[in-house]
Every structure is written in C-alpha cells, then in structure tokens.
C-alpha cells in the first residue's frame, strides 16, 4: 500500500512538473475531454435527476408535515451541490473514465507501446498522464456544475408533482436560491477538482503497474476503480472538514 | 534534422559484468560483450536463454542488478546520453501504438520532439513506409496490419530516428519465410545505408548467421561465445553444436512401419 501511495506521489510531482507543456499538449486534452464528456454525459444527467428527486422524496414529507415545506429548496440545493454532485459524479467518472484510462495504460505496457515511446525519449507522463489529468480535472467540475443543476431540477420535478409535498416551483427555487450561495457552489467544485487529481492519479498510476495479459490488466482497473473510490469518500470528509475550517 | 546532433553514423556499445535476476533467479549471469560502431552483432541462443531481457538492459528500459552497459563510453542510464546519441528498438511485437494510424506512428518521434513542420513529416514518414515496402499506407489502422507490415513498420519508425545504435528483438519471429527473408535483407540494407550500430537477437540460426558480423551465442544467461559467423558454425561449445545442428527431420529418420 505504501509503495502504491509513494509512486501516486511520484506520478502527482511528474505531473505538476509537467504541467507547463499542457497548452503544447492541447490537442490531446481536447481529445479526452470529448471522450470523458462523451463517455458520461447521459449517465451524470440520469443520475442527477434522480439524486435531486430521491432527496425531494425522502424529506419533502417530514419537512411538509411539521410546516417547513418551505425549506425543501434550500436542503435540495445545499446538499446536491455540497456534497452528492460532487462525490457522485466522482464515483461516476471513476467507473467509466478512470477504469477506462486503466485499461488503455495498462494494455499499452503490456504490449510494450510504453517503451516504445520511452525508446524514442518521448517521456509517458508528458505524453500520456499529462493530457488525461489535464482534462478530467476540467471534466469533473464542468460536469458537477451540470449535474447540480439537472439534481435541483429533479428535486423541483418531485417537490411539484408529488402528492405528499406538493409545493410551488416558484417556493421551491426562492428557497433555493436564498439558502445555496455561490461559496456553497465553489465548495463543490474544489471537492470535485480534488477528487478528478485523485481518480486521474490513481488510474494512471495503476494503468503503468500493470503487469501479465489480460487478467493483469483486468485486475488493475479493478483496483483503480475501487482504490479510486475509496480515496474519493475518505478525501470527502477531510476536504469538507478544511473546508468547514476555512468558513 | 535538428535535435540530437548526427555527425557520426553510428556508436560503440560495451557491456561489462552485467547481472540480472527477477524474484532471486538470475537471467543474466556476467554478460562481458563489445560491439563496434557499424558493426551488426548478431545474438543468437534459445528461447528463455535471456536475450530479449538482455537487451532491455541494453537501451536502459530495465536497470540491472550489478555490472554496466556504455554506449559511446557514457553509461546508458546517463540522462544526457540520449541528448547526443539517437537510440532507437524494433520490438517482437513491433510495440506500434495502437491509438494512432500507421503515418502517425513512423512519424511520432519527430512530431513529439518538434524536428520538423507537419508537412516536412509526412514526406519524412512517406520515404521511410516506401523503404519498406508500404508506400501509401500512412492513414491505414495499426489493428488492420499484418505481423511482417507491423514489423516493417515498427523498423520504418526506428529508421525516422536516423538512429545510431538500432536494436531488433526477434525481427523476423511469427513471420512466413519470406517475409523473414524481407526483414532480414532489410536490416543489411539499413544498416550498410545508415551505417548505425545494430544488435539483432534471434533464436533463428540462419538469419542470425547470415546478416551477422559477428554473433553471441547465449545459454542459459550466459554469452558462451562470440565470433564471425564462420568461427560460431565451426563452434567447439557442445551447447552451440547442439543448438546449431538441430533439424526437424524426424518423422523421415523413423523406422518405418509396416
């Protein structure tokens, strides 16, 4: 376990390193980003509804039946883009984006394109790591901000039709928008910035551990994907926590 | 070309006590070996006898456990060698990547390192597929190749290196006759117009010996003999002999049955 944090480490400083040659490497980037966006889009607006209309159900009752449907907005809103949009849509591109980043690195050390490319004193990190983290930490936020506002749109959809709760979209959203502010907001999308360096970190680095054929790289995409998560959810609460600090 | 300066043709290689084991079992065991500059040396033994891994350490993928491999008298794990010296490596699997057309790959290294504007490249990349004998299948798939066009393609993207030191690991291995014959022409060829300093590692004997200037016979992690093809054929190493004179006519010298 330590080896494998040491080598994340190693790969997040290559990276910063590298960092000055991302407008050189653009053309990649925007290649990846098409393919994230491509890759998850349909999925985030599925999920977001019905995150925000799931929250709208589960607690648009009690509020209504002790007086405080009022409130319905503002508990939607805060807690999509706190907290879920942030750390579902992490556990999202964690599934589709990183498990598939795991795979392409790791079949390309397995089939040797990695020395290749060391061969010709092309570095893989500049070549590969750089363009990928480059373009999931712009995807994630852009698709939290996204998947914020199709959430409270769901969590409006059910406060409205449902029976039980049954208030105004005009109450829903003045609530909403008097409760979430723009530091609310911002606070997701640091999370969800720190958590698109972890999912980028954790797959790229699995992707060049990848040894043995095609149950190696299997395996290595399992533990990209479940390390990913992992860190995602723990990274969750110390990053709330300074975030708490820092208010 | 720019980049890395080319004001000689090729570069000696030096090997000395190399040692390397993987999980405590040692593959290679005190490899001492010399190329000269120009030279096709020629490393022939069976397989799992430890060439490709020797090879590896060769151009630095791999760094071994005690001993030291120079090249043009500066060790290979040097960072500033590969600023002078152009290292290039024909993989058995041809390692071409599979993400990028067959134009994009011969021409990688010079679009990555910046030598030339995109148009100068594909002229570049169009002259070297026409040195192997695919002219016109820049934007063709890698998945839609052949093993020998992967091969010669992978030899067209060392060759955009105008390397000095060029190694071939099983170049002619999963291919017919005939296309073996292609490639191992093609390595005579490359090396006689480029003059670079090629290592080719086969368990083949017959390309082995006849491209080589010299050639390495190595067992079981250690180089038994080096010499001129001549010297190896006439080899007085029963290991060699045995590995030389094997031939496959067995069902001919059975007894035959009623």
């Given at each position: 376990?330590?080896?494998?944090?040491?080598e994340?480490?190693?790969?997040?400083?290559?990276?910063?390193?590298?960092?000055?040659?991302?407008?050189?490497?653009?053309?990649?980037?925007?290649?990846?980003?098409?393919?994230?966006?491509?890759?998850?889009?349909?999925?985030?607006?599925?999920?977001?509804i019905?995150?925000?209309?799931?929250?709208?159900?589960?607690?648009?009752?009690?509020?209504?039946e002790?007086?405080?449907?009022?409130?319905?907005?503002?508990?939607?809103?805060?807690?999509?883009?706190?907290?879920?949009?942030?750390?579902?849509m992490?556990?999202?591109?964690?599934?589709?984006?990183?498990?598939?980043?795991?795979?392409?690195?790791?079949?390309?050390?397995?089939?040797?394109?990695?020395?290749?490319?060391?061969?010709?004193?092309?570095?893989?990190?500049?070549?590969?790591?750089?363009?990928?983290?480059?373009?999931?930490?712009?995807?994630?936020?852009?698709?939290?901000?996204?998947?914020?506002?199709?959430?409270?749109?769901?969590?409006?959809?059910?406060?409205?039709?449902?029976?039980?709760?049954?208030?105004?979209?005009?109450?829903?959203?003045?609530?909403?928008?008097?409760?979430?502010?723009?530091?609310?907001?911002?606070?997701?999308?640091?999370?969800?910035?720190?958590?698109?360096?972890?999912?980028?970190?954790?797959?790229?680095?699995?992707?060049?551990?990848?040894?043995?054929?095609?149950?190696?790289?299997?395996?290595?995409?399992?533990?990209?994907?479940?390390?990913?998560?992992?860190?995602?959810?723990?990274?969750?609460?110390?990053?709330?926590?300074?975030?708490?600090?820092?208010? | 070309?720019?980049?890395?300066?080319?004001?000689?043709?090729?570069?000696?290689?030096?090997?000395?006590?190399?040692?390397?084991?993987?999980d405590?079992?040692?593959?290679?065991?005190?490899?001492?070996?010399?190329?000269?500059?120009?030279?096709?040396?020629?490393?022939?033994?069976?397989?799992?006898?430890?060439?490709?891994?020797?090879?590896?350490?060769?151009?630095?993928?791999?760094?071994?456990?005690?001993?030291?491999?120079?090249?043009?008298?500066?060790?290979?794990?040097?960072?500033?060698?590969?600023?002078?010296?152009?290292?290039?490596?024909?993989?058995?699997?041809?390692?071409?990547?599979?993400?990028?057309?067959?134009?994009?790959?011969?021409?990688?290294?010079?679009?990555?390192?910046?030598?030339?504007?995109?148009?100068?490249?594909?002229?570049?990349?169009?002259?070297?597929?026409?040195?192997?004998?695919?002219?016109?299948?820049?934007?063709?798939?890698?998945?839609?190749?052949?093993?020998?066009?992967?091969k010669?393609?992978?030899?067209?993207?060392?060759?955009?290196?105008?390397p000095?030191?060029?190694?071939?690991?099983?170049?002619?291995?999963?291919?017919?006759?005939?296309?073996?014959?292609?490639?191992?022409?093609?390595?005579?060829?490359?090396?006689?117009?480029?003059?670079?300093?090629?290592?080719?590692?086969?368990?083949?004997?017959?390309?082995?010996?006849?491209?080589?200037?010299?050639?390495?016979?190595?067992?079981g992690?250690?180089l038994?003999?080096?010499g001129?093809?001549?010297?190896?054929?006439?080899?007085?190493?029963?290991?060699i002999?045995?590995?030389?004179?094997?031939?496959f006519?067995?069902?001919?010298?059975?007894?035959?049955?009623?």
């Amino acid at each position: 376990m330590f080896h494998t944090i040491g080598e994340i480490m190693l790969l997040f400083l290559q990276t910063l390193r590298a960092l000055p040659r991302a407008w050189r490497e653009r053309q990649k980037v925007f290649e990846q980003l098409y393919e994230i966006g491509n890759s998850s889009l349909l999925m985030a607006c599925i999920l977001s509804i019905f995150i925000g209309g799931v929250i709208a159900l589960q607690t648009g009752p009690v509020l209504v039946e002790r007086g405080l449907s009022s409130a319905i907005g503002g508990l939607v809103g805060l807690s999509i883009c706190k907290e879920l949009a942030p750390v579902m849509m992490a556990v999202l591109i964690a599934g589709r984006v990183g498990s598939a980043m795991t795979a392409e690195l790791g079949s390309m050390r397995v089939y040797q394109e990695i020395d290749a490319l060391r061969t010709m004193n092309i570095n893989p990190v500049h070549y590969l790591v750089l363009p990928r983290m480059v373009a999931i930490s712009v995807a994630l936020p852009t698709l939290v901000v996204f998947s914020v506002l199709v959430g409270w749109m769901g969590g409006g959809l059910v406060s409205v039709y449902n029976d039980s709760i049954s208030i105004t979209f005009e109450a829903y959203f003045n609530n909403l928008s008097q409760e979430v502010s723009i530091a609310d907001l911002a606070n997701g999308l640091i999370k969800s910035f720190v958590f698109a360096v972890v999912i980028g970190l954790v797959s790229c680095q699995q992707g060049f551990e990848t040894i043995g054929g095609p149950r190696g790289i299997g395996r290595s995409v399992t533990k990209a994907v479940v390390n990913a998560i992992v860190m995602i959810l723990i990274l969750d609460y110390f990053v709330t926590r300074f975030l708490l600090f820092l208010d | 070309m720019s980049g890395p300066p080319n004001n000689r043709a090729s570069v000696g290689l030096r090997v000395t006590d190399l040692h390397k084991s993987y999980d405590g079992n040692p593959v290679l065991k005190g490899i001492n070996l010399e190329v000269a500059p120009g030279e096709v040396f020629v490393l022939m033994g069976p397989s799992g006898s430890g060439k490709s891994v020797l090879l590896r350490q060769l151009i630095g993928l791999e760094t071994p456990d005690s001993g030291a491999v120079n090249i043009d008298g500066r060790s290979v794990s040097d960072p500033t060698l590969r600023a002078e010296c152009r290292l290039a490596m024909v993989f058995q699997s041809g390692a071409l990547l599979t993400s990028l057309t067959v134009g994009a790959n011969v021409g990688l290294y010079l679009a990555e390192h910046r030598l030339h504007p995109p148009e100068r490249i594909a002229e570049i990349v169009s002259d070297k597929l026409e040195l192997v004998g695919l002219k016109g299948q820049e934007d063709r798939q890698v998945s839609e190749l052949s093993g020998g066009m992967r091969k010669r393609v992978a030899i067209a993207r060392a060759l955009v290196m105008e390397p000095h030191l060029i190694l071939y690991d099983e170049p002619t291995s999963e291919l017919d006759p005939l296309s073996a014959l292609t490639i191992a022409e093609e390595i005579v060829h490359l090396n006689r117009r480029i003059g670079a300093t090629s290592i080719v590692v086969t368990h083949e004997r017959e390309l082995g010996l006849g491209i080589a200037d010299r050639v390495g016979v190595l067992f079981g992690g250690e180089l038994l003999q080096t010499g001129k093809p001549e010297e190896i054929r006439h080899s007085r190493v029963p290991a060699i002999q045995k590995f030389l004179n094997v031939n496959f006519r067995l069902k001919s010298s059975s007894p035959s049955t009623p």
